[in-house]
């Protein structure tokens, strides 16, 4: 009965405690002014760091077998929104392109994905730039696909299952209109497609979808060091951290 008696006390102290840490870290946070390196988002602020550190851009590694080279797409003018030979292009942003290229590598009838930059004013962006959000940019992926192989459908149902369509301009801790979530249609086979598989998903998400639907406009391919970044970074913490979950989930293989 003595021990009763005692744990209620000791709950509330514990309690009380912890509130007072919080709000302590709460106002030290808030009186803590950032620097412009540190209003960048994840993972800006790390590659601004290495970058500040080396003096350079991290290396290149060569690309996987079946993407193409980086050497052979243009990177002074925005890539075409269509291909030929019967392959067809899905643009989509999602947060971070680094994720979304991680996942739909590994998709059976996808033949490139490339990080890049679409949906805004600024042409030929660079990272730093969309990182300021002064150019109206959005991080996505060009993606090329076999439809004979797979179809745009299961494109957008991998794509709704590997972020959140319902959190403007953020993905987990990435916040900024660079991290939106939008649907950039190329054929208007695949804006029909896009406006039903929205409206079938308000019936899953609690909270509103906030996913644009836009036709496609120029797509600016970013820099090399940012192409399949998490094939040739795996070990990094954002990568463990945040794109390996998202890998996990699409119940891909690696």
């Known amino acids: 009965m003595k021990y009763k008696k005692l744990a209620l006390p000791l709950a509330m102290a514990t309690g ?18 950032p620097t412009p390196a540190e209003r960048l988002p994840t993972p800006s602020r ?14 290149a590694f060569p690309p996987r077998s ?11 003018k925005p890539l ?3 291909e030929s030979g019967g392959r067809e292009v899905a643009i989509l942003a999602g947060g971070c392109f680094w994720c979304l290229e991680a996942v739909y ?20 962006p660079s990272y730093a730039s969309v990182s300021s959000e002064i150019t109206g940019q959005a991080e996505a992926v060009r993606i090329v696909y076999d439809p004979a192989v ?11 299952k590997i972020h959140d369509p319902t959190t ?8 900024g209109t660079q991290y939106r979530s939008a649907i950039y249609w190329t054929t208007e086979e695949q804006r029909k497609e896009a406006a039903f ?37 795996p070990e990094r913490g954002y990568c463990q951290v945040v794109i390996s979950p998202k890998v996990e989930k699409s119940g891909l293989k690696k």
């Open 197 to 233: 598989a929205v409206e079938e998903q308000k019936s899953v998400w609690r909270d509103p979808i906030v996913t644009e639907l836009k036709p496609a406009g120029n797509f600016w391919i970013a820099e090399e060091y940012h192409q399949d970044y998490y094939r040739k970074n």
């Open 105 to 124: 590598e590994l998709l059976p009838g996808v033949l490139d994905v490339v990080s890049g930059y679409t949906g805004g004013r600024t042409p030929r």
């Open 66 to 76: 079946a993407s193409p080279p980086f050497s052979s797409h243009d990177f002074t």
């Open 46 to 59: 790390a590659l601004l760091a290495e970058i500040t550190a080396t003096g350079t851009t991290p290396a």
């Open 16 to 33: 009380a405690l912890i509130f007072l840490a919080s709000r302590a870290e709460k106002t030290a946070a808030q009186s803590t002014i």
């Open 168 to 175: 403007p301009n953020r993905q987990g801790a990435d916040q």
């Open 80 to 82: 075409p929104n269509s």
């Open 150 to 160: 797979v179809s745009y459908k299961k494109i957008l149902d991998l794509f709704w």
